[in-house]
């Protein structure tokens, strides 16, 4: 649950009509109270290392690891096979 804390400091800035009306539906689409909490919530997501989605810098970087290795043991079993077991771009069994 988050915590309220009073808040006493302004951050003011404009937007277009167009800017203005896809922060507000933003705002319904993620169930924001408000532009501001929307706003608060996207800056205080990226100050913590987070993006879109919850993912952060850390689960990505764990993930392209994985994907890696993944590419890497797939290359040794390919490593044996000749390009004439490849015919039209798909890999033919011998």
């Not at 993912?55 to 390919?78: D, Y």
């Amino acid at each position: 649950m988050t915590v309220m804390r009073a808040r006493s400091k302004l951050v003011y800035f404009r937007v277009s009509e167009e800017e203005y009306a896809w922060l507000h539906t933003m705002c319904e689409q993620t169930g924001a109270r408000s532009l501001s909490d929307l706003v608060r919530t996207f800056l205080q997501e990226r100050k913590d290392g987070r993006f879109p989605g919850g993912q952060g810098v850390e689960e990505l970087q764990a993930r392209i690891a994985r994907l890696t290795e993944m590419l890497e043991k797939l290359e040794e079993k390919l490593d044996g096979r000749t390009v004439s077991n490849v015919r039209g771009g798909v890999l033919q069994n011998e």
